[in-house]
T-cell receptor
Framework: DTEVTQTPKHLVMGMTNKKSLKCEQHMGHRAMYWYKQKAKKPPELMFVYSYEKLSINESVPSRFSPECPNSSLLNLHLHALQPEDSALYLC???????????FGNGTRLTVT | RKEVEQDPGPFNVPEGATVAFNCTYSNSASQSFFWYRQDCRKEPKLLMSVYSSGNEDGRFTAQLNRASQYISLLIRDSKLSDSATYLCVVISNRDDKIIFGKGTRLHILP
């Protein structure tokens, strides 16, 4: 069982919709991540939060908007997405530098 | 040279055989190394960390060769359930950057 929980597991949305992906961890990890993964590719970093502050934004389009309400929660707000944004969105957390990432089970997003 | 390189495979290996694959990295400041396995349409799961002295977890052995800048994963007595993509992850000591390899696909054949 994963200790990082993501909801929903699957999401289908139109290009004009607004939706949010949610991630929760109770391991006390202070760094949380959003990754995007396309088929047969490695995860691609989108955002990093460290101690609830956005520390890295990998030039992600503004139609993706992250939010970290507290140390256990991470959201990704989606608006006006494109079909090419369809992918597996992975949340991850870790204790600190040089420690491994722990991934949630992901949200499979389809944009129609 | 790419930061982290893996042979994409697929490696098609009969059940019960031993299989090994490597991951090379270019940044000598790399400090931490991990192997993940990822099943189709699932999240990556941490398989094992890789320590300087090498480490073993059941049928799995991970090794680090700093001089040649590669890590390896050896799977003994392979099972059908070992079929997956194995991702190598390298973390830089200098900036804590996390780099994923593109993964090696393994198919265990009955």
């Amino acid at each position: 069982d994963t200790e990082v929980t993501q909801t929903p597991k699957h999401l289908v949305m139109g290009m004009t919709n607004k939706k949010s992906l949610k991630c929760e961890q109770h391991m006390g990890h202070r760094a949380m991540y959003w990754y995007k993964q396309k088929a047969k590719k490695p995860p691609e970093l989108m955002f990093v939060y460290s101690y609830e502050k956005l520390s890295i934004n990998e030039s992600v389009p503004s139609r993706f908007s992250p939010e970290c309400p507290n140390s256990s929660l991470l959201n990704l707000h989606l608006h006006a997405l494109q079909p090419e944004d369809s992918a597996l969105y992975l949340c991850a957390s870790r204790t600190g530098s040089n420690s491994p990432l722990h991934f949630g089970n992901g949200t499979r997003l389809t944009v129609t | 040279r790419k930061e982290v390189e893996q042979d994409p495979g697929p490696f098609n290996v009969p059940e019960g055989a031993t299989v090994a694959f490597n991951c090379t990295y270019s940044n000598s400041a790399s400090q931490s190394f991990f192997w993940y396995r990822q099943d189709c349409r699932k999240e990556p799961k941490l398989l094992m960390s890789v320590y300087s002295s090498g480490n073993e977890d059941g049928r799995f052995t991970a090794q680090l060769n700093r001089a040649s800048q590669y890590i390896s994963l050896l799977i003994r007595d392979s099972k059908l359930s070992d079929s997956a993509t194995y991702l190598c992850v390298v973390i830089s000591n200098r900036d804590d950057k996390i780099i994923f390899g593109k993964g090696t696909r393994l198919h265990i054949l009955p």
